[in-house]
């Protein structure tokens, strides 16, 4: 199925599948109205084309984009640590709003994780295609970018070769995800993105405005609300912010409105 995130996130297309109406939720100072979730599953194979017998599939290019080999090497001997894989050919920047950026750093010579602010095109080039990582001869984790980000499944495996973590994404976003539409026949109109991880909700969240703006973001650790939460007004202008513990789990530390702004972008509140 198409359109997922179209527009807004440029995320693709996926293969989605309908869950139960869910009731109102609360999230903090805001109520949401939770309409159809729909949870992120399997790519269609569309995602990445299967080459034919008649056409053999072009080296070093992934997704329809061209890339170039790179490795980095860490140590010496049977516990150097390596790490192979692909960077964009052509520079570009990441799209959407997934929490973890992967980027070739051209100062530091590595391969690094930052968020998406971080990165900058002058600095390095976003990771995109198979990525290994070996110590010695052992393949201790292996799966692949999409300009940046983590997609599909990736692994890891201990010195024994057992599998020691499974994990699947869509475009740096976790398949148990849940999103929600103004429309949800059409899914065109982004309304919700709830990042789910192992059951928990765990990485950035975002609400929406039905123009496309976002209306609220924050972030969710462990399924607790960390850090600053922003509410902004229809029109993008900040409406205010709300504080939580930087660290789940401190209940000795309340959540509360740090500031506050009118729809002319005037602060009335500061705390």
Sequence with gaps: MKHLLAGILSLGSVVLIAQP?????????????TDRPFTLLELDQNDEPIPTKKKKPKRKVYYGVKTRKKFTRKGFGDKATVEYFYVLKKPDVPSGFARDVYWYDFTRKELRKTGIGAFDVKKGVLAHGPYKKMVG?????????????????????????????????????PKESLV????????????????????????FYYYFHENGQIAV?????????????????????RKRIITYPKEP???????YVRKEWDEKGKEIYSK
């Excluded at 999409?146 to 869509?170: I, S």
């Excluded at 789990?249 to 959540?255: H, S």
């Design 21 to 33: 109406p869910a009731p109102v939720t609360k999230e903090g100072q805001f109520t949401f109205e």
């Design 137 to 173: 001869e052992d393949v201790v984790e292996e799966g692949i970018f999409y300009k940046g980000t983590r997609h599909g499944r990736w692994m890891r495996y201990n010195r024994q070769d057992l599998v020691e973590d499974k994990e699947k994404y869509y475009k740096g976003w």
């Design 180 to 203: 929600t539409y103004y429309d949800p026949v059409e899914r065109k109109k982004l309304k919700e993105i709830t990042p789910i991880e192992y059951g928990e909700k765990e990485g």
């Design 217 to 237: 973001q924050g972030e969710y650790h462990w399924g607790e609300r960390v850090n600053d939460w922003i509410e902004n007004y229809l029109s993008g202008k």
């Design 249 to 255: 789990f401190e209940k000795e530390t309340r959540p």
